[in-house]
């Protein structure tokens, strides 16, 4: 993302200038050289291939092309990434970790807002990706289950777990998996020193302390109060 200045980017062949109120996309995993070419500056943001929803084979056909920061999503992508690098310092994991998923979302969507390429997944990709979208947005709620994601995707709930057989967890395990880890990102987290294992567990949907730490135990090989730096209140 540029914000100042020029640069040149160069891959698969392919070159492009990118000047203020520009952006454009580059895979690490293949040859590449961005050169500046005067005092500038940019932001660099490192987005997992998956999240534009991409086979392999067209992720070329959205590198090395030019992206508009200037209106629509795309400012908005920009506007909200820029914003949240200046703000880093004061958010604590977890919510690094939302506000990356935001900005990954608001690429992907600048993305397919302005190329008319085949970015938008598989319908079952699409499915299994509304499905994570819900479970991470209700996580909190005690009462989520799959009975709320069947009715929320509108589809049945022996549809939903058809769709989810490709995973390595079923929607249950994905749901148990992401409240515990927001829970371990919390326990870690010098800012929550103040809270309580148990006020940060019931926090995440969780509603009986010892099913929560046999379950912490069971994924991460130790207690939530072992995980926990420093004195731990329970």
Same mark, same amino acid.
């Given at each position: 993302m540029q914000i100042r200045g020029t640069s040149l980017l160069d891959q698969d062949d392919r070159t492009t200038l990118i000047e203020p109120g520009e952006w454009s996309l580059y895979?690490?995993?293949?040859? $590449?050289?961005?050169?500046?070419?005067?005092?500038?500056?940019?932001l660099l943001l490192l987005l997992p291939?998956?999240?534009? $929803?991409?086979?392999?084979?067209?992720?070329?056909?959205?590198?090395v092309r030019k992206f508009s920061a200037r209106a629509g999503v795309g400012k908005l992508?920009?506007?909200?990434?820029?914003?949240?690098?200046?703000?880093?310092?004061?958010?604590? /994991?977890?919510?690094?970790? %939302?506000?990356? %998923?935001?900005?990954?979302q608001m690429i992907r969507l600048a993305?397919?807002?302005?190329?008319?390429?085949?970015?938008?997944?598989?319908?079952?990709?699409?499915?299994?990706?509304?499905?994570?979208? $819900?479970?991470?947005?209700?996580?909190?709620?005690?009462?989520?289950?799959?009975? %709320?994601?069947a009715k929320a995707i509108r589809c049945t709930k022996r549809y939903l777990h058809k769709t989810f057989e490709k995973e390595e967890l079923? /929607?249950?395990? $994905? /749901?148990?998996?992401?409240?515990?880890?927001?829970?371990?990102?919390?326990?870690l987290?010098?800012?929550?020193? %103040?809270?309580? /294992?148990?006020?940060i567990a019931f926090s995440w949907g969780f509603n009986n302390s010892n099913h929560f730490s046999r379950c912490f135990k069971e994924a991460f090989g130790m207690s939530p109060r072992a995980v926990r730096p420093g004195p731990t209140a329970t």
């Open positions: 895979d690490t995993a293949r040859p $590449y050289h961005l050169t500046v070419l005067e005092e500038s500056e940019m291939r998956e999240r534009l $929803y991409t086979p392999q084979s067209n992720l070329r056909r959205l590198t992508a920009c506007q909200f990434a820029h914003v949240a690098f200046d703000e880093v310092a004061t958010l604590n /994991i977890s919510q690094s970790v %939302d506000v990356a %998923d935001s900005i990954s993305v397919h807002d302005t190329l008319s390429v085949n970015v938008t997944p598989p319908s079952s990709e699409m499915l299994c990706e509304r499905i994570k979208s $819900y479970v991470t947005s209700h996580l909190r709620n005690p009462e989520l289950s799959i009975d %709320d994601v079923s /929607i249950s395990e $994905y /749901i148990l998996r992401q409240r515990l880890e927001r829970c371990r990102q919390q326990l987290d010098s800012g929550c020193a %103040d809270r309580s /294992i148990t006020d």
